[in-house]
Structure formats: structure tokens, C-alpha cells
């Protein structure tokens, strides 16, 4: 079965995952969508050569930082890795703070593929003969603020509804499926972590991509400003608050809010072993 171990960045739970993989002899797949770049070992906080030598982790490492990696991208190497089968032969511990990766495992997100002709010939045509386009091939409008890119989009999923594909099922308890550890000190956890990251080296790394994609240009720490470690505390406390708000919505998560990693174990132990 696959188990959600989620949090706030800087909370702790790399480490209390890698724990509880130990005990229970389970896989670790990381949900985060800076840590599947090579090269980012620092900035992304990514488990040690000793632990990887301990536990299987899938989602690290599997991307160039020239790449622009989507979630599709993400998705497309779960099937490639057989995740969804072995969720229903095994139990893999899937931890991390990316929303949007989480939520497209648990609600099997639907891949809609696009066609470059279709495409094309969309982009010759003006917002008032997008609609017309629409009016003669019987396409309903969509009752939200319209522009020629949603017009686009509209069309292109209509055109292509018989061709898409949802990602296969996981095994994942019908209940809960893991929890969101809300750590109530992440600032201070986050500036703790920043000055660790720079006295390993941090900026060195980050300095050794020449060709960092559009995806890394917006990862933490990439915009860089005078002041090297108040920049990555500024982008990790806003990225804190996004996770917070994202994962409040997601009702299949428990929320833990305690700055002791003992209770968020018991929960998910409890999780785990029901």
C-alpha cells in the first residue's frame, strides 16, 4: 500500500520517513519536485549516500537541469518505475511537501494529450473565430472569463477526450491516506536549515548549473539578491505558507500540528498498521 508522509519544508520529516522505512521495511518515494533534478543534493536536502544505501528511493536524480520537468513528466516515471503495481504488492512511504504531486497520485490525474496540428492550426485563428469555431462544431463554451488561450484549450480537449489517459490506480487506503505534518516552528526550522545548507556549500552548487531550466529558475534560492541567505528564507517561509494552504484542503491527509516528530510517528504508525 502506498502511505502519505507530507509536511512543511525544513519540518523533519526526511528523516523521520527514513526512520520508519527502516522499521517496517518499506520504500521511500519522494514527492518533491526539485529533488528529481540531478546535481541539487544541497539545496534540496536529499537523503545521504549512507541512506540510500539503507532504504529504495524512487523520484530522486531523474532529471537533467536543463530539463523543464512537468508533472506529467513526474507521473510518466511512476508508471516507468511500476509504482502502481507495486503499491499493491508492497508498502512504499511517499514523502514530501509537493502539492500538486500528491494530489494528481491521489485523485489519478488525467494525462490529455495534444496534437501539434490541431495546435497549430488553432493559432491562426482570432478570439472571434475561436467562438465561431466552436458554435459550428458544436462544442460547448465553457461559463467562465474567456480568452483565445482558454478558447484554445477548450476546443483541444473536446477534439481529444476519446485519447486521454488516467494514470493508473494505487493502492491507497480508502480512509486516510498519511498526514501532513505542520510543524509550528518551520520559520525557525527553515533558517536553521539555510545556514547549514550554506556552510555545505550551497552556493557553489547552485553555481555549477550552467544551463538551469525555467523549472530550477524558480526554485528557491535561484533568484538570487545581494543578501544570499535572507533570499532563501524569504522564498522557503512563502513556499511554508503555500504548502499550509494547499494541504488544508486535502481531507484524505491528517494534519499533525506539533513540533515533536514523536506524535506525527504515532500517527502515521497508527496509519500504517491499521
Not at 100 to 112: C, I, P, Q, S
Not at 126 to 137: A, G, P, R, T, V
Not at 145 to 155: F, G, S, T, V, Y
Request: charged share 25%; proline share 4%.
Amino acid at each position: 500500500m502506498l502511505y502519505f508522509l507530507t509536511g512543511i519544508t525544513a519540518s523533519g520529516k526526511s528523516n523521520l520517513a527514513h526512520r520508519i522505512a527502516l522499521e517496517k521495511n518499506m520504500s521511500i518515494l519522494s514527492v518533491d519536485s526539485m529533488a528529481v533534478y540531478k546535481g541539487l543534493d544541497i539545496l534540496t536536502a536529499k537523503p545521504t549516500d549512507v541512506m540510500q544505501a539503507q532504504v529504495k528511493y524512487y523520484g530522486l536524480d531523474i532529471a537533467e537541469t536543463d530539463q523543464n520537468f512537468s508533472i506529467i513528466d513526474y507521473l510518466n516515471y511512476l508508471i516507468d518505475q511500476k509504482i502502481p503495481e507495486k503499491s499493491f504488492k508492497e508498502d512504499i512511504l511517499a514523502v514530501g511537501g509537493s502539492g500538486l504531486y500528491v494530489k494528481a497520485m491521489l485523485d489519478r490525474y488525467e494525462f490529455r494529450p495534444t496534437d501539434p496540428t490541431i495546435r497549430s492550426e488553432l493559432e491562426q485563428l482570432n478570439y472571434d473565430q475561436l467562438i465561431k469555431f466552436h458554435n459550428l462544431n458544436e462544442i460547448p463554451i465553457p461559463d467562465i472569463e474567456l480568452n483565445k488561450r482558454r478558447l484554445m484549450r477548450n476546443i483541444e480537449n473536446y477534439m481529444l477526450d476519446e485519447a486521454k489517459y488516467v494514470f493508473p490506480e494505487l493502492n491507497i487506503s480508502s480512509n486516510l491516506a498519511g498526514v501532513f505534518w505542520n510543524h509550528p516552528n518551520y520559520r525557525e526550522n527553515i533558517q536553521e536549515r539555510t545556514k547549514q545548507m550554506i556552510n555545505d556549500g550551497v552556493l557553489k552548487e547552485i553555481n555549477s548549473i550552467s544551463n538551469p531550466s525555467k523549472t530550477i529558475l524558480q526554485a528557491i534560492g535561484l533568484n538570487l539578491s545581494n543578501d544570499f541567505e535572507e533570499n532563501i528564507n524569504r522564498k522557503t517561509n512563502r513556499l511554508g505558507k503555500k504548502q499550509i494552504t494547499w494541504f488544508k484542503k486535502e481531507n484524505r491527509l491528517k494534519m499533525v500540528t506539533s513540533e515533536n516528530p514523536e506524535d506525527v510517528y504515532k500517527d502515521i504508525m497508527e496509519i500504517i498498521n491499521e
